[in-house]
């Protein structure tokens, strides 16, 4: 499965609102785990099996909580059984097809 998720926390009481120091956190446990992933301004995706992933959307958001009063956590998945390497392969997949 590939999931791309957004974590943040909200209640943070910083001045500029930032959530830069947070958002560090949840991308550390997931360079961490191993897992293929790739982050992007709005959302990090990481590729593994059902659990893996889970578990590590589980403990990144467990790293964001210290730093406000409530999490936001916003997930969404292609769950493809049979499938791996895809998080660069559709990509790859989509810039061929915009060569056509």
Do not use: C, Q
């Amino acid at each position: 499965m590939i999931l791309a998720f957004s974590v943040a926390p909200s209640g943070t009481g910083r001045e500029d609102a930032s959530v830069h120091d947070a958002v560090a956190a949840a991308v550390r446990v997931v360079r961490d785990s191993g897992l293929p992933n790739r982050t992007s301004a709005m959302f990090t995706e990481v590729e593994g099996s059902w659990d893996e992933v889970m578990d590590v959307v589980k403990r990144a958001t467990e790293a964001v909580l210290p730093f406000g009063s409530r999490v936001s956590l916003v997930m969404k998945a292609d769950i493809r059984p049979g499938y791996e390497g895809e998080l660069d392969a559709k990509v790859e997949r989509l810039e061929r097809a915009l060569e056509l």
